[in-house]
């Protein structure tokens, strides 16, 4: 199903819509993406979203992950082909990914604020079903995203 962010948001103003800073940019295949939330607080390290993608099944559902922004790329080309076999439809970083010159033949939605070559190796301590917030939204599992070229809104219950 294509969806316009836009028309839901006008299809929908009598509901509460969050909606993603543009700041965030899509550096995956997939442009046009809606599912219900899974979330993940990594601590630098990205070892807890890589068993997540690799041995789920995500059920056409988004991964939204927050690192505080650190400097490091979090997913990779490795972890959206892990993603894309395992059905995740998109992850949302609040920070950085890498190897996008692959991300981009990979049919998922990846947004994040940006790119670094880096990756965190060490083993960290990351939490997953917990709230997350950032940028002045909160995120909770169940909760639904929808994204386009327009931009990413989020809502608690179903838009369509």
Request: aromatic fraction near 10%.
């Amino acid at each position: 199903m294509n969806i316009q962010t836009a028309d839901l948001c006008d299809d929908n103003r009598d509901k509460k819509i969050d909606v993603l800073p543009s700041k965030f940019k899509n550096y995956g295949g997939l442009k046009n993406f809606y599912g219900q939330i899974v979330t993940v607080k990594l601590d630098k390290s990205n070892w807890l979203l890589i068993d997540i993608l690799k041995n789920e099944n995500g059920e056409g559902k988004i991964v939204v992950v927050d690192n505080n922004q650190e400097f490091f790329g979090v997913v990779g080309d490795k972890l959206m082909s892990y993603a894309r076999n395992n059905n995740w439809r998109a992850i949302i970083v609040n920070g950085y990914v890498r190897d996008i010159d692959n991300t981009r033949n990979i049919n998922v939605g990846l947004l994040a604020i940006g790119t670094c070559p880096l990756r965190n190796f060490d083993i960290t301590d990351s939490k997953r079903d917990i709230e997350l917030n950032f940028e002045g939204i909160s995120f909770n599992n169940g909760d639904y995203l929808y994204a386009d070229n327009d931009g990413v809104i989020i809502s608690k219950e179903k838009l369509f």
